[in-house]
């Protein structure tokens, strides 16, 4: 089931412009483009712009504004580090955004004039603002902040539930709180021992900022039952009264509800749930204030990832993994799904306008960009350049390539061909596996997980396949949920005989094969290694290696993901049994391949202690092992020198030991 691999496409290399492969270093220059939004106006969009700066170790964010019509880009603040999510105030004449103190360590409500200027910092919370939003008449700023651990006399010994292994002070709730948006004191809104959810759901879903109702009169927001950082599964839709404080949820569910929004031209709330059991596919939903709730996206067969409502209009635009891109939809109350005409582009980040989208997003051979349909029904505009240096290299060409298993299950992925490839020569191969396992690997750019190795190990010759296992998110739910109670035998299945095509086709040297991958693909790399010995290497890059560790010991909601992936707890006689067949750490004594383990040691959402684990095993039984720490790391280094040493350390493994 192969495709878009046909010899016409294969053959069109010849005509191409010689340019050079890119190197790890090169990626110093791409700049960062993220969280746009449009002006009250719908006349301007302001943006984060990041670039690295390797020298300081440091991420230096600018907010920019770029004019729609002329796309003419002025800085609104000078270049700083972590200052991050824009938002309008109602007339357009300020941009509010979070700015960390000086030690960086928590960030707090700044103004600037959206023309730019002097910035006026309006809260000096001591726990600091999570998430926030303008009231809208604009007088007032709604915000979210941890509650303060309460030590008397040194005593801070404290009770400990689902948290992750590294909580070394009491779990405290976030609340709510009201200040005015010139600033001034603030006023609590919220109390009790529930808390607005700040930490990563287990399936899809994100901690987001609270939500006014049109009419000023309400708060929307994710209310988690308690403040343990591995239950956010515990989280359903709920809406605080601002002038009595009275909380109320808005239906009756109350487990993984996510990411609530006001319309602002009606009292209801658009959010995302699970579309059934087991868990699988995210629904976007909308309910009344008055009572009632409707599934807005029934009719479309994928995970519903974020939710914007059209401003003035009863219709939501939901972002989705379809097929091999991201992509917005459009969900109306009064008529089937709506796509865009968008073209081939990944969509990471996007704000919505009343008939009008702006929108940043790339392809596996086009960099990260700002884009903008000045009409829903129209084609794309380029609004901005800043990745232009970027398009010089050759990239190597990306083709998506279908293929069905020995049981039936039709799988994609992206195959990127080698720089310079020849007709009838064999590649050696660097398969790459995403993790979730509610993911894809998606023509794109960056940010997701090995599109960076993509790009590099082409320009070193190698075919590199990043397979779409069963498990993915973007064939519907039934391959979704495919990998339920079958977390290791059926994804591994889907892979390799996706490896056994491409060596069937000739492309592949089979004697030249490499395997990586980063959470759960550290987990499917670290099980194919254990039940399979064609690897030149393999990579486990903050590998899930253990499913009783993950349970025990992570956070982030993972406790959730991992009983509800396996149908049960370790101590349930019904899946103990898979709690140990199904975890790569049992066959680590079979492992024979050279293998890198790197993990974070400040990684709560994949325990070090799992590494450990695998470490000890193979270094016991005298296999080849490389063992890395990324010092207060969680589950992905976050500073530019150590991401880049993160990749360059897997690079360099994989090609020391294709030599050899």
């Known amino acids: 089931m192969r495709t878009l691999l046909s010899v016409a496409l294969i053959t069109s290399f010849a005509g191409l412009a010689a340019a050079k492969p890119i190197t790890i270093r090169d990626y110093r220059s791409l700049i960062g483009i993220t969280n746009p939004q449009l002006s009250p106006n719908e006349k301007s969009v302001a943006f984060v712009k990041t670039a690295h700066d390797f020298k300081n170790d440091k991420d230096i964010t600018t907010l920019c504004v770029v004019d729609l019509a002329s796309k003419a880009i002025h800085t609104v603040t000078a270049p700083a580090e972590n200052a991050t999510s824009p938002r309008w105030s109602h007339d357009g004449s300020k941009i509010a955004f979070l700015k960390n103190n000086d030690d960086g360590t928590i960030a707090q409500i700044c103004v600037v004039s959206s023309s730019g200027g002097s910035v006026k910092q309006i809260t000096h919370v001591a726990t600091g603002v999570q998430h926030f939003a303008w009231s809208p008449s604009g007088e007032t700023f709604a915000f979210d902040s941890p509650d303060p651990v309460d030590i008397q006399g040194h005593d801070d010994i404290f009770d400990l539930g689902d948290d992750g292994y590294l909580t070394n002070s009491k779990p405290t709730p976030s609340h709510i709180w009201l200040v005015p948006s010139s600033g001034g004191k603030p006023?609590?809104?919220?109390?009790?021992?529930?808390?607005?959810?700040?930490?990563?759901?287990?399936?899809?879903?994100?901690?987001?900022?609270?939500?006014?109702?049109?009419?000023?009169?309400?708060?929307?927001?994710?209310?988690?039952?308690?403040?343990?950082?591995?239950?956010?599964?515990?989280?359903?839709?709920?809406?605080?009264?601002?002038?009595?404080?009275?909380?109320?949820?808005?239906?009756?569910?109350?487990?993984?509800?996510?990411?609530?929004?006001?319309?602002?031209?009606?009292?209801?709330?658009?959010?995302?749930?699970?579309?059934?059991?087991?868990?699988?596919?995210?629904?976007?939903?909308?309910?009344?204030?008055?009572?009632?709730?409707?599934?807005?996206?029934?009719?479309?067969?994928?995970?519903?990832?974020?939710?914007?409502?059209?401003?003035?209009?009863?219709?939501?635009?939901?972002?989705?993994?379809?097929?091999?891109?991201?992509?917005?939809?459009?969900?109306?109350?009064?008529?089937?799904?709506?796509?865009?005409?968008?073209?081939?582009?990944?969509?990471?980040?996007?704000?919505?306008?009343?008939?009008?989208?702006?929108?940043?997003a790339s392809n596996g051979e086009t960099p990260t960009e700002l884009y903008y349909l000045p009409k829903l029904t129209s084609t794309p505009i380029q609004l901005t350049h800043l990745n232009e240096a970027l398009r010089n290299y050759d990239f190597g060409r990306y083709y998506g390539f279908a293929w069905k298993t020995p049981d039936g299950e039709v799988n994609d992925g992206v195959l990127t061909y080698p720089v310079g490839y020849q007709e009838g020569h064999k590649y050696p191969l660097l398969v790459f596996i995403h993790g979730g396992p509610e993911a894809a690997s998606l023509d794109e750019f960056l940010p997701g997980e090995g599109e960076l190795l993509r790009h590099t190990m082409a320009g070193k010759g190698y075919f590199v396949f990043s397979p779409n296992y069963r498990g993915s998110d973007e064939l519907g739910r039934k391959h979704e949920q495919g990998i339920f109670g079958n977390p290791g035998v059926g994804p591994a299945s889907d892979i390799l005989s996706g490896i056994d095509e491409l060596v069937k086709e000739g492309l592949v040297d089979p004697n030249r094969i490499t395997v990586a991958g980063h959470s759960y693909g550290g987990y499917l790399t670290c099980w194919l290694i254990s039940h399979d010995h064609r690897w030149k290497s393999g990579s486990v890059l903050d590998g899930a290696v253990d499913w009783a560790n993950e349970y025990n010991f992570s956070s982030d909601g993972n406790l959730a993901w991992t009983r509800d992936s396996l149908g049960g707890t370790p101590s349930d006689p019904a899946t103990a049994d898979l709690y140990k067949s199904g975890s790569p750490i049992t066959y680590a004594g079979?492992?024979?391949?050279?293998?890198?383990?790197?993990?974070?040691?400040?990684?709560?959402?994949?325990?070090?202690?799992?590494?450990?684990?695998?470490?000890?095993?193979?270094?016991?039984?005298?296999?080849?092992?490389?063992?890395?720490?990324?010092?207060?790391?969680?589950?992905?280094?976050?500073?530019?020198?150590?991401?880049?040493?993160?990749?360059?350390?897997?690079?360099?493994?994989?090609?020391?030991?294709?030599?050899?």
């Not at 599964?233 to 605080?240: G, H």
């Not at 270094?619 to 976050?638: E, I, L």
Request: charged letters at 25%; aromatic letters at 10%; proline letters at 7%.
């Open 187 to 360: 006023r609590r809104l919220t109390h009790g021992t529930w808390s607005v959810m700040e930490n990563p759901p287990p399936f899809a879903g994100t901690p987001t900022d609270p939500s006014w109702s049109p009419d000023g009169r309400y708060i929307t927001f994710a209310r988690q039952a308690n403040a343990d950082n591995s239950d956010t599964d515990l989280s359903q839709v709920a809406i605080v009264d601002v002038k009595s404080g009275d909380v109320k949820n808005v239906t009756s569910q109350t487990t993984y509800e996510y990411n609530p929004v006001f319309s602002d031209k009606m009292n209801a709330i658009a959010y995302i749930r699970p579309h059934d059991r087991p868990l699988g596919v995210m629904d976007a939903y909308a309910a009344t204030l008055e009572g009632g709730e409707k599934n807005i996206a029934s009719n479309l067969d994928r995970d519903c990832l974020t939710v914007n409502w059209l401003r003035n209009f009863d219709a939501v635009v939901v972002t989705a993994n379809d097929g091999l891109l991201s992509t917005p939809i459009l969900e109306s109350f009064r008529g089937p799904v709506r796509y865009f005409k968008i073209g081939r582009r990944s969509v990471t980040d996007l704000t919505m306008g009343e008939d009008k989208m702006v929108f940043v």
């Open 590 to 660: 079979d492992i024979t391949t050279p293998t890198l383990i790197i993990s974070g040691t400040s990684d709560e959402t994949v325990p070090i202690t799992e590494s450990y684990r695998l470490y000890h095993a193979l270094k016991d039984h005298h296999v080849p092992v490389r063992f890395v720490g990324v010092p207060g790391a969680h589950h992905m280094p976050s500073d530019p020198v150590r991401y880049e040493r993160f990749w360059q350390i897997t690079e360099d493994w994989i090609l020391a030991h294709d030599r050899t």
